[in-house]
């Protein structure tokens, strides 16, 4: 199952990115035995539409047109909570469902369209805080991470 990130914004070169990097990088290693490929990033441009509502419109055209086909996943901090473990298991009943693909969304500074947040198969927050783009983009790439080590068994994540 291929795993896809799109996400409103580029983030310059730097810590962050290389963080990023890092840890799908990590990702695709430790996922590609468990039949979890990919794990890639698609940055599309901030809209410059007058208002947030034409902006998150403009975005959301642009997220869909990105996402492959399949799941569906926002980060919203409206979304639901869940653990590590808990994401990894969805993850692995997705593949197991023989989904093809999971695509993440993460949407700009006015957040994401409404429209298009309804429409997802799933919505996660990983706090009702609110985060820079570019921190939740560590978060989730690493999350990921977590993800393939919490189904491999291996003893990255120390869960209880």
């Known amino acids: 199952m291929r795993i896809a990130i799109a996400a409103i914004g580029r983030m310059k070169n730097g810590p962050e990115r290389e963080l990023v990097a890092r840890y799908l990088d990590r ?13 890639d990033v698609t940055e599309i441009a901030e809209s410059r539409a007058g208002s ?8 959301a055209k642009a ?5 492959p ?3 569906t996943v926002m980060l919203d ?17 997705w593949r197991d469902d023989g989904r093809p693909a999971i695509g993440f969304v993460i ?5 994401i369209d409404p429209d298009f947040v309804r429409s997802a198969d799933l919505t996660v927050s990983f706090s009702p805080m609110v985060w820079p783009h570019q921190l939740v983009r560590i978060m989730l790439a690493e999350q990921l991470y ?4 919490i189904l491999s068994g291996h003893p990255y994540h120390r869960g209880d």
Request: hydrophobic share 40%; charged share 25%.
């Open 27 to 39: 990702a695709q290693a430790s996922g590609k035995p468990l039949a979890l490929t990919g794990f």
């Open 52 to 59: 947030a509502a034409t902006r998150r419109a403009e975005e």
């Open 146 to 149: 977590r993800a393939t080590t």
């Open 107 to 111: 949407g700009g500074a006015d957040g």
């Open 69 to 71: 086909e399949g799941i």
């Open 77 to 93: 901090e409206r979304g639901k909570g869940l653990n590590s473990e808990a994401f990894a298991n969805q993850l692995a009943r």
């Open 63 to 67: 997220l869909r047109a990105a996402l």
